[in-house]
């Protein structure tokens, strides 16, 4: 037996396939090679991060922006101060959109580690948004970029981990790798148990999906010495034909 999660997006379905000392096929055994040294945990507990924020983002962001918001190079300030005017920033987008009987997502990470300080956001796209922004944000420049294609984040996930690898532990304002608007909706997996000896190499598709060679990741967990396998299937866009 072995453990499937599954999380459904709009237009893709992730899989993780894991066996567990509980759950594993007939005759398995721990790899006793496996030693979770601190590096090898730093590893996994990076892409767990990864994994987290890329379907954060999934499920709540259909449409949006990557917003990079900087400061003038003669009013840098520090990461506590930074902090608080990013805070006051947010306050006062989500005053304005309440106005307008708009929802304001967003999820910002602050850089500093050997670059000029600056804030990443992943903010959802509404009329007039980027007018409000370059309104509100009174610092600097505003820059927008769209976030993704057919649901493709793995890059800016992977990312907005690993600019705040270091520096989330040593900002004395948060001890969190990013911050997000209370309206986000944490995606859960349906968790099943499998009563099958083992996963198949080539995992099988279901109608109107195609499997992402390019995910479909498999081998020994570092942390657990046990095998996994983890994949994406992609719905198949219909193409409307011309008249």
């Known amino acids: 037996?072995?453990?499937?999660?599954?999380?459904?997006?709009k237009n893709s379905i992730e899989v993780e396939k894991?066996?567990?000392a509980r759950f594993g096929k007939k005759g398995m055994r721990h790899n006793p090679k496996i030693n979770s040294t601190p590096e090898a945990m730093m590893k996994h507990n990076r892409k767990r991060a990864v994994d987290n924020?890329?379907?954060?983002?999934?499920?709540?962001?259909e449409h949006g922006f990557h917003l990079v918001l900087t400061y003038r190079k003669t009013a840098r300030p520090d990461p506590v101060q930074a902090h608080k005017n990013l805070?006051?920033?947010?306050?006062?987008?989500?005053?304005?959109l309440d106005k307008m009987g708009v929802d304001f997502k967003y999820i910002a990470v602050t850089e500093y580690e050997n670059v000029a300080i600056h804030h990443h956001l992943i903010i959802n796209n509404v009329p007039g948004m980027i007018e409000l922004i370059n309104k509100q944000w009174k610092h600097g420049q505003a820059n927008f970029t769209s976030i993704y294609e057919n649901e493709?984040?793995?890059?800016?996930?992977?990312?907005?981990?690993?600019?705040?690898d270091k520096t989330f532990r040593n900002n004395p304002a948060t001890r969190l790798r990013y911050t997000r608007s209370r309206n986000l909706i944490v995606p859960e997996p349906k968790v099943e148990i499998i009563r099958a000896n083992e996963f198949r190499k080539t995992p099988s598709v279901p109608a109107g999906y195609t499997l992402d060679v390019d995910s479909l990741v498999q081998g020994v967990s570092s942390v657990t010495g046990y095998e996994y396998q983890k994949y994406t299937l992609k719905k198949i866009q219909s193409v409307r034909k011309r008249r």
Request: charged share 25%.
């Open 152 to 164: 493709d984040v793995q890059t800016l996930a992977e990312y907005l981990v690993k600019q705040t």
């Open 18 to 20: 894991s066996y567990t």
């Open 87 to 96: 805070s006051n920033f947010l306050r006062r987008m989500k005053y304005h």
């Open 53 to 61: 924020l890329r379907r954060l983002i999934k499920f709540n962001f």
């Open 1 to 9: 037996m072995y453990i499937k999660k599954t999380w459904k997006f």
